[in-house]
């Protein structure tokens, strides 16, 4: 297999403060480039302590030095990786050391692409690989290790062979309609389909489960000033302190923090309390807040329990009305109806009263169900079981209309096509061999 | 018409030719020495080819070992039916005559699926075996540029890896640049009826084993294939009495669309009855002397078109078998039993019969045979038929491994318009498979090969919905016309419809239906549907179960002063309008799909790519792309088994190749492996 020339860098280690920060380099250029950094020969699979200089000699860093020859490397190519003291600042020195020294920046996923390319992983190990390293919860780690066992692939499988043995039935009836078999009653066309339903209806939470694990989601609080959001901000993140980081916003009325709620990643963004001001600053504050409202997938509207709202929120699906500073009311914390009908959650930032129950409707709201059942699946292969389910809902239309079976065939064959995607084509040979190991057909 | 152009390329070759081969020449009749296209046999692939190319304006020689059964059905005597009547309807869109001569010799025509929808309707007729050879034989003589000619080929002539005639057992030298070989089953045919065996053609014709022997040593991959036949059976012996009778289809349907129920003949009924136990019992006791259950027969049979035998063996909780009795024609009581064929010994055949209701007393007038033959590897031809290894030789029909007269006549027209074109230094015409059948049929063969005799289902087609009957037409007749296919009869008539379909669609789609008027009421009363929102006819036609045939019957008296549209509109016209308009959303859809194949058929593989050096892929998918080498992306997705992953795989190994090739920067990774499978 023909090299590829260009040697590509870039910083192995997550971006922030560590203990250790690693930047790998991999390509013909490698070791060249390390030893000129190191000052000195690379030994390959040997440890080596050195200090890390710049072309003018000046010392970076110092750690240690490894080198992997092709192809016994994690890309194929010859790697080398310098391990130094971390720190953004540092480890952009020493990048942009590697960089003039001919190395070019590696695009993101590079690394796993060219130990792809070189075939030291297949496909579908590449994808969940670089699912576990851009997986943002341990949940989700968790869902892409099940892809890399097979167990998504098997699911997908599982309800191909479904949909390929209704397919048998519909086929038959059309291409054999001279037999004295009655396919289509046979088949039990609409039970099939109704499983089929189910099957997919399983497969398409599993999945939105795994991206949601992936890409979490975005809450943003908003509510007049001074109701608190600022208290609730803070007592929802306390729980896992450990992984909170606050960082400020671009703007100073925007702040967010970054959670994991049994596993799912929610970003919090508080936001300027929204007043009728006609301070130019607080104007564009507000503006701002409702901006977020847009772009969350979940809105936390906070206003005060038993108290008038001072300014009515719209409201939509996605919105959570929250009722903060219980305490000071006689009303009992937690999920309750409104005289007007709609649901809020009575809470107390203070005391931290009805907050589990804020938390459980937020993972209810982002139809969040607990890692149990979750895959990895990609977006494509969301994209695909959401095509084959929109194909089998019309299908499931066409039968209930007493529609002409070439139809339903059709939207079947959608459902089938799109599961192959995830799963591998069954070609049109493949099918009429099942026809004919099934029944008995043909003169 | 491009004869003007044909002549050129033939003069080389004839100066060629007459250097090497000092053979005698062919100028006993009042026919050019010199043919530019040379059709080797005149079954029904030999015969669309012959006429297809003499329509294009090639001087053409049809060479068969006899006029007496140019046109034979040597099988069941039957055209049509699911799928197949699709490639006829093709085939006869693009000016063909197996639909015209279907019309002159049918004797019982029956719409299958009529209920299923347009796709997958299907008509399929009975015929005359002695009338369809009548119709097929007037049909070429009325040819011009077609010249028929009674000669065994022995030899093909060849010059510096082109074809450039060939030698018949007379020793005559016959001259052409282009040559299309039709032998169907005739290449060393072996016929088996129990452990005997003997060289044969069809039961009674002698085998082409000089040629056979000839095209072995060429290089061509040669394999072997099995079909069968039913013994035949003496309608006087018959008690049709206790069978279910099949009566035809009222109204009488058409195959071609230049058809005329005026052209049809007499028709009769086909009869149904079945095997039963004692049938069963007969086989299982007599399969230690069946030539597919003792292991003398090495070919692979049809799946759909399975022995007795092996219905009984491979069902054997089956209680009965069902069989189609079928006329062989209006002059002769002999009758087909479809559904019994056979190649047990004499005994048992007569044995079995006698155990079928109805049959009792039944009289066999021809045994049942199975019959192996060689066929030719259709991976080793191009889109166009033409062979690879040999220029200017065109493969068609059985040969290639197919089966079915429909499959061989689709093959024969694409195979003789290509051969006429070859010799005028034009470009082959290659369908797609979004096309039509016959798209599909080529680039299932050429792409994956077959290793049972090739019989099209409208399963295969992906793109059924768009591959109707009832739009052959629309879909080819346009296309045939600037391939010089379609004759001005054809064309004209063609256009009148087309005109007609229009205008009527367009006057409906105008034509407004607004709730509580007068048009609205009265459809709601015929037909018991609302219409609670102003919209077009044309929009009222889309609802299911609304047809406008339907309404004609409904709204017969109303009919003039309500939609007086559609008074005196011929049925085939309104039924075009009313799918046209059903299906839109369908289509639409579709069309997104073959953009995206499209896409990949613009990939393509390099020929000489070493797929042992593409990591991640399969051992079995590799072995597979090893085999088939696929020329675009897009019919390597084609292949059974192939995944999204390895497609991807494909893709990014081309790319980088290509990236490796070029100097270029950068290597763009495929955005998703969903996207490189199209």
């Known amino acids: 297999m023909a090299a590829i020339a260009e040697t590509i860098a870039a910083v192995a280690t997550p971006p922030g403060q560590g203990g250790i920060g690693i930047v790998r380099l991999s390509g013909p250029e490698a070791k060249a480039i390390g030893e000129g950094i190191v000052g000195g020969a690379l030994v390959p699979r040997r440890v080596k302590f050195a200090e890390f200089k710049n072309q003018t000699g000046n010392m970076l860093d110092e750690g240690l030095v490894l080198y992997f020859v092709a192809p016994r490397s994690f890309t194929g190519e010859d790697v080398v990786e310098l391990q130094g003291h971390g720190g953004p600042v540092v480890m952009q020195l020493l990048l942009d050391e590697t960089v003039n020294r001919g190395a070019r920046l590696a695009r993101p996923g590079e690394f796993t692409e060219r130990a792809f390319l070189n075939g030291k992983i297949d496909l579908a190990q590449a994808e969940a690989v670089a699912d ?32 390929l043995q209704l397919r048998v039935y519909m086929e038959a009836a059309m291409d054999f309609p001279d037999e004295e078999v009655d396919f289509l009653n046979g088949g039990q066309v609409v039970a099939r389909l109704g499983e089929i339903h189910e099957g997919l209806n399983l497969l398409l939470r599993g999945s939105t489960q795994g991206i949601l694990l992936n890409d979490g989601i975005t809450v943003a609080i908003l509510g007049a000033p001074n109701v608190g959001k600022s208290s609730l901000l803070n007592v929802l993140s306390g729980e896992e302190r450990a992984i909170v980081t606050d960082i400020p916003g671009t703007t100073r009325d925007l702040l967010h923090v970054d959670l994991t709620l049994q596993g799912l990643p929610i970003r919090i963004v508080d936001t300027a309390g929204l007043s009728d001001s006609r301070d130019p600053v607080e104007v564009e504050g507000v503006r701002r807040a409702e901006q977020q409202a847009v772009e969350a997938d979940l809105v936390l509207w906070v206003s005060e329990a038993g108290r008038e709202e001072i300014r009515v929120w719209p409201g939509s699906d996605n919105t959570i009305r929250v009722a903060n500073k219980v305490d000071l009311t006689e009303l009992e914390a937690g999920l309750a109806q409104r005289p007007d009908g709609q649901s809020h959650v009575l809470v107390s930032a203070k005391t931290g009263a009805g907050i589990d129950a804020l938390r459980a409707h937020i993972l209810e709201k982002a139809g969040f169900a607990g890692d149990a059942s979750t895959f990895t699946a990609r977006k494509r292969h969301l994209l695909a079981l959401e095509e084959a389910m929109a194909a089998l809902q019309r299908g499931q239309t066409l039968i209930a209309e007493n529609l002409q079976t070439e139809l339903v065939a059709e939207e079947l064959r959608i459902v089938h096509e799109a599961l192959g995607t995830i799963a591998g084509v069954v070609s049109a040979d493949d099918l009429l061999g099942e026809i004919f190991a099934n029944f008995c057909i043909g003169k | 018409m491009p004869a003007r152009n044909l002549r050129k390329p033939r003069v080389n070759v004839s100066q060629r030719q007459t250097a090497k081969h000092s053979g005698k020449r062919f100028s006993t009749m009042n026919a050019p020495e010199q043919f530019d296209v040379i059709v080797i046999g005149a079954g029904h692939a030999g015969c669309e080819a012959a006429t297809a190319a003499a329509r294009i304006g090639a001087r053409t020689l049809l060479l068969t070992q006899s006029i007496e059964t140019i046109g034979q059905m040597s099988c069941n005597p039957a055209i049509g039916g699911m799928g197949k009547s699709h490639l006829v309807r093709e085939i006869d869109a693009l000016d063909g005559i197996m639909a015209r001569a279907a019309d002159r010799a049918g004797i019982h025509f029956r719409v299958l699926n009529a209920s299923k929808g347009p796709a997958v309707r299907a008509t399929r007729a009975q015929a005359d075996r002695a009338l369809y050879r009548q119709a097929i034989r007037s049909l070429l003589e009325a040819q011009d540029g077609l010249w028929i000619f009674q000669q065994s080929v022995v030899d093909l002539l060849v010059d510096d890896g082109c074809v450039t005639g060939v030698e018949t057992q007379m020793g005559l030298t016959l001259s052409a640049p282009a040559v299309v070989l039709t032998t169907g089953t005739f290449l060393g045919g072996k016929i088996h009826m129990g452990l005997n065996n003997f060289a044969g053609g069809r039961a009674g014709d002698a085998p082409s084993n000089q040629l056979a022997e000839r095209l072995r040593s060429l290089p061509f991959r040669v394999d072997r294939l099995k079909t069968g036949t039913p013994p035949r059976i003496d309608g006087r012996t018959v008690d049709f009495s206790v069978m279910e009778s099949q009566p035809g289809d009222e109204p009488l349907p058409c195959i071609s669309f230049l058809g005329d129920v005026g052209d049809h003949p007499r028709q009769v009924a086909c009869h149904i009855t079945h095997t039963n136990v004692e049938t069963h019992r007969i086989i299982r006791a007599a399969l230690d002397r069946s030539p597919l259950y003792s292991g003398v027969i090495q070919g692979v049979g049809p799946r759909y078109c399975p022995s007795i035998e092996d219905k009984v063996v491979r069902f054997a909780d089956r209680l009965q078998h069902q069989i189609f009795v079928e006329p062989e024609g209006l002059q002769t009581r002999e009758l087909y039993p479809n559904g019994i064929s056979t190649s047990l010994p004499m005994d048992v055949q007569v044995a079995l019969v006698r155990s079928i209701e109805g049959f009792e007393n039944a009289h066999i007038t021809r045994p049942g045979y199975a019959i192996e033959y060689d066929f030719f590897n259709p991976k080793d031809l191009k889109y166009s038929l033409e062979t690879k290894a040999l220029e200017g030789l065109f493969f068609a029909g059985q040969i290639n491994g197919t089966t079915g007269y429909e499959e061989a006549a689709a093959q024969g027209l694409l195979a003789g318009a290509n051969a006429a074109w070859k010799v005028a230094g034009r470009e082959p015409w290659c369908p797609r498979r979004d ?103 044309l929009g009222f036609l889309k609802r299911p179960g609304i047809t406008l045939s339907g309404l004609l019957d409904s709204l017969s008296s109303d009919l003039d002063s309500v939609l007086p549209e559609l008074a005196g509109v011929g049925r085939e016209v309104l039924d075009q309008v009313e799918v046209e308009a059903k299906y839109e959303g369908y289509i639409k859809r579709q069309e997104g799909e073959i953009a995206r194949v499209r896409r990949n058929e613009n990939i393509r593989i390099p020929a000489a790519l070493d797929y042992a050096a593409v990591k991640g892929l399969s051992n079995e998918l590799r072995e597979k792309l090893l085999v088939s080498r696929p020329e675009t992306l897009a019919k390597a997705s084609r292949i059974p088994g192939m995944t999204p992953a390895a497609l991807s795989v494909l893709l990014i190994y081309i790319k980088k190749l290509s990236v490796v090739a070029q100097g270029l920067e950068k290597l763009q990774l495929p955005p998703t492996a969903a996207d490189a499978s199209g």
Request: aromatic share 6%.
């Open chain 2, 435 to 537: 096309e039509a059948y016959l798209g599909v049929l080529v680039d299932d063969l050429i792409n994956l090969g077959t290793n049972e005799p090739y019989r099209m289902f409208t399963s295969r087609a992906e793109y059924r919905l768009r591959l109707r009957e009832d739009n052959a037409d629309v879909r080819l007749t346009p296309l045939g016309r600037k391939l010089g296919l379609v004759g001005e009869v054809r064309w004209r008539s063609y256009c009148h419809k087309r005109k007609l379909v229009d205008e009527l669609a367009h006057v409906l789609g105008k034509r407004v239906l607004s709730p509580g008027s007068e048009l609205a009421t009265t459809l709601e009363t015929a037909t018991g549907e609302r219409i609670s929102k102003e919209g077009s006819m």
């Open chain 1, 132 to 163: 576990l390293i851009g997986s943002s919860s341990r949940a989700a780690a968790r869902g892409a290790l099940r892809s890399l066992k097979g167990d998504f692939s098997k699911a997908v499988f599982d309800l191909d062979q479904q949909v």
